[in-house]
């Protein structure tokens, strides 16, 4: 079993980075695939806790090979900031590696980012403002600076003159912001370059290493499903494929090479931003969801809307991504809470039902969840380490989750420590198989 994909099933922040770190003590390599430091994953260890943006979450084991793939768009800022936080802590950092195809967030993307949002008003997208969005754009038109081009100061002087010049309109607000100043900014980037040198590389080849001799290669998603520019609400997206297939164009490998693909969820669900959210809890309930489980942004602190699990959304993006199982979080978030409702098809205008996700924007938009019922539980469940060991109705809620998809449980969140983690029977086989 040499290549398993985590990704995101819902609208991001479902607890991946969590995922990844329990998987990456027996991987031979994490691979960061898509997005930027517009994601947070966050890894509680040893009563420490971790806020990764760009870093891929194996990380924390010494010497693990980790790898920003050609998909990550990349702020050199943010990525050195992270270098010297990891450094400050201890944490050996000499197994990372950057692709050299890996597109970089100039400033001029953050500014273009943040006008365009002011823009919009109150039609704006709800974007994290990081410049993402424009980079990816910059990356489409054959205007990107990668990272290979922070080595050679000529050809870095030379693109961001190419890429900054049809802004030159757009950009007349900021003239005098002395970040825009081409000798400045060429300055500045190539001491960064300088100081990622060494952890530039070409990765692709290391994962085909990797995967020839029989290594088991962990493919880090970011964001969610239904954030996914061709398969999510838009335009309320992102600006990349945080879907399954996304890692093979991310990481450069063959579909050939993916085995397993974990999806993961919470036991409710999130979003953060606009767009529609059929099963949102704006209310006393929804709001003490969202402080049970903490539910502000890792990137933003923005804070998170929350509702009933959405149960057409995630068979939705099981097909999507071919889930061969799920991962699901903080289900100790849901302690107490007695009746539970899960969204089991969507109710639109006029009466209208719909049992599949439906395409057009304007019905779901309208749409909201058609609930049912189900029985809670009042026992805390955070020193759980078996299914078998949860109350009898967390088992039910859990047993009805994966009849519902059609595929198995593999892991429960019942705390934020990384030891506060079920691993099913379906999941230990998949740890057997890659030991």
Not at 283 to 293: F, K, P, S, T, Y
Request: hydrophobic share 40%; charged share 25%; glycine share 12%.
């Amino acid at each position: 079993m040499p290549g398993l994909v985590v990704v995101g099933a819902q609208w991001g922040d479902e607890g991946k980075g969590k995922v990844v770190d329990l998987l990456a003590e027996q991987a031979d390599l994490v691979v960061r695939f898509q997005g930027g430091n517009n994601a947070g994953h966050t890894i509680v260890r040893d009563g420490e806790v971790y806020k990764f943006h760009l870093v891929p979450s194996g990380i924390l084991y010494p010497g693990k090979l980790c790898a920003i793939g050609n998909g990550v768009v990349v702020d050199p800022k943010v990525l050195t900031s992270e270098i010297d936080d990891l450094r400050r802590r201890r944490i050996d950092i000499s197994g990372l590696r950057i692709s050299a195809n890996s597109h970089l967030i100039m400033p001029y993307h953050r500014l273009l980012d943040q006008a365009g949002e002011a823009k919009l008003g109150k039609l704006q997208i709800g974007t994290t403002r990081r410049g993402i969005g424009p980079c990816y754009s910059d990356k489409a038109a054959r205007l990107g600076i990668r990272m290979q081009d922070l080595l050679d100061e000529k050809i870095l002087r030379k693109k961001i003159y190419a890429a900054m010049e049809p802004k030159r309109l757009t950009l007349r607000p900021f003239a005098k912001d002395p970040e825009l100043d081409l000798h400045t900014m060429t300055e500045e980037y190539r001491i960064l370059g300088h100081r990622l040198e060494p952890y530039i590389a070409d990765t692709a080849p290391i994962a085909w290493r990797i995967l020839d001799e029989g290594g088991l290669v962990v493919f880090e998603g970011a964001q969610g499903t239904m954030l996914d520019i061709d398969h999510g609400t838009y335009p309320f997206v992102t600006s990349s494929n945080p879907v399954a297939g996304s890692a093979c164009v991310g990481a450069g490998v063959g579909p050939r090479s993916i085995d397993e693909v974990w999806g993961v969820a919470k036991a409710y669900a999130t979003r953060v931003g606009a767009g529609p959210f059929p099963t949102e809890l704006d209310d006393e309930l929804g709001e003490a969801i969202r402080g049970v489980g903490g539910e502000f942004g890792t990137t933003t602190g923005r804070a998170r809307r929350t509702g009933w699990l959405d149960l057409v959304a995630l068979r939705y993006a099981t097909r999507v991504n071919g889930l061969t199982g799920l991962v699901v979080t903080k289900l100790d978030v849901l302690t107490g809470i007695d009746p539970l409702h899960v969204a089991v098809r969507y109710l639109g205008p006029e009466g209208a039902t719909f049992e599949e996700f439906p395409y057009h924007q304007s019905i779901l938009h309208k749409a909201r969840g058609d609930l049912i019922e189900l029985p809670g539980w009042h026992e805390n469940i955070s020193g759980c380490r078996s299914i078998d060991e949860l109350p009898r109705n967390a088992q039910s809620y859990l047993e009805y989750i994966s009849d519902f998809l059609g595929i198995p449980i593999l892991m429960v969140g019942v705390g934020p420590g990384r030891d506060e983690m079920i691993w099913t029977r379906a999941a230990e086989r998949v740890r057997a198989a890659a030991a």
